[in-house]
């Protein structure tokens, strides 16, 4: 990765800075996402100097989620919006997921030397097996529950689930084991390296996250949504940090980082609102509709 | 095995936690939505990986699961922006129903 496109990457994360800085007073706050969309332009076009990419491939790609993401976007009602919003986070998570997958499908396709071979040959910067390892399984995990959470939220919030809470006994125990099982995974994903265990429990690693991130957002009520949107807002700026340490992308991991923290600190904000404690939106079970206003 | 621009990128992590903490301060609660969406919008980032998997000498299903990823993350990018500019949009005509003009 050349300098230009590094020195590009830094002037993109400085205009996400001010960005998030300005989209948090009402006067600047039109001008604030306008310039962090400025930031994204940069770090997109930067991103195509790279030589090499599969021209089509990109443009297609590029015109049919622009395409699809405007006219979801403006047709959306002025009501539907915070559940559109939990679309389009769902969309990102998984869009995540599938970068971490596909370094995956690299890694397996040409083996380890190779993989990290390509890997310094892209970003400059070697790192060890087990680093990539860990950093493609997390990046799986995070996008994973992200995807699946904002979908079972688009749910709640649209209606189209209902907004009750599903709560049913041994939920914290299944919940608790689901992880456990899920880190075990990781380990073998790990300590597999290219081989046939590190191949199954990559894919049980998949379908886990899927499942956590419905099993997160099913016991919450649709009254919570907008903070658990915002949890989840956080949890894919975190994917995406996490993605940038797979392929060792320095924008990746500072914007997504900006999110992963700036989301948190709104989600607490969002509950001390709604005089709430987070702890208590997550795993209290109620604010069905009662509890909900904020 | 040389870990020094590994823990750069570390370093950066930890100091954009720290600045992402900081940049948050007492939103007024009617901006919490469109600052949300707007990160929301921001983290669509990963656009950068979903490019970059998309290079021409990968496996093809590398490629093809990369593809998915970039019309994924660009409609979370273009999608995210353009909702949190209609919300920002209904706010400021409100705004100048009111004295300010």
Known sequence: ?294 | MDYAPLLLLLFAFTLAIFLGFELISKVPSQLHTPLMSGSNAISGITIVGALLALSEWEPALAKGVGFVAVVLAMINVVGGYVVTDRMLGMFKKKEKGGPQG
């Open chain 1, 1 to 294: 990765m050349s300098a230009w496109i590094n020195l590009l990457y830094i002037i993109s994360s400085i205009l996400f800075i001010f960005g998030i800085k300005k989209l948090g007073s009402a006067e600047t706050a039109r001008r604030g996402n306008a310039l962090s969309a400025v930031g994204m332009t940069l770090a997109i076009v930067a991103t195509l100097l790279y030589l090499g990419l599969e021209w089509w491939m990109v443009m297609l790609g590029m015109a049919l989620g622009s395409a699809i993401g405007y006219a979801a976007a403006t047709r959306v009602a002025m009501t539907g919006m915070p559940e559109m919003v939990a679309l389009f986070n769902g969309f990102g998570g998984l869009a995540s997921l599938l970068v971490g997958g596909a370094e995956w499908v690299k890694l397996r396709d040409g083996g380890w030397v190779h993989y990290l071979e390509g890997l310094k040959a892209q970003s400059g910067v070697a790192v060890p097996a087990w680093f990539a390892c860990v950093a493609i399984g997390l990046t799986i995990l995070v996008g994973g529950i992200t995807f699946t959470g904002s979908l079972v939220a688009y749910g709640k919030l649209s209606g189209k689930l209902g907004g009750k809470p599903v709560l049913f006994a041994g939920q914290q125990v299944v919940n608790g084991v689901m992880l456990a099982v899920a880190m075990a995974c990781l380990g073998g994903l790990v300590a597999g390296g290219d081989g046939p265990i590190a191949l199954g429990a990559g894919l049980i690693l998949i379908g886990l996250s899927l499942g956590i991130g419905v099993m997160m957002t099913i016991p919450i009520g649709g009254g919570d949504m907008p903070v658990v949107i915002s949890l989840l807002n956080s949890l894919s700026g975190v994917a995406a940090a996490l993605a940038g340490f797979i392929i060792l992308n320095n924008v990746l991991v500072v914007a997504g980082c900006l999110v992963g923290a700036s989301g948190i600190i709104l989600t607490v904000i969002m509950c001390k609102a709604m005089n709430r404690t987070l702890g208590n939106v997550l795993f209290g079970g109620f604010g069905a509709s009662t509890q909900g206003g904020g």
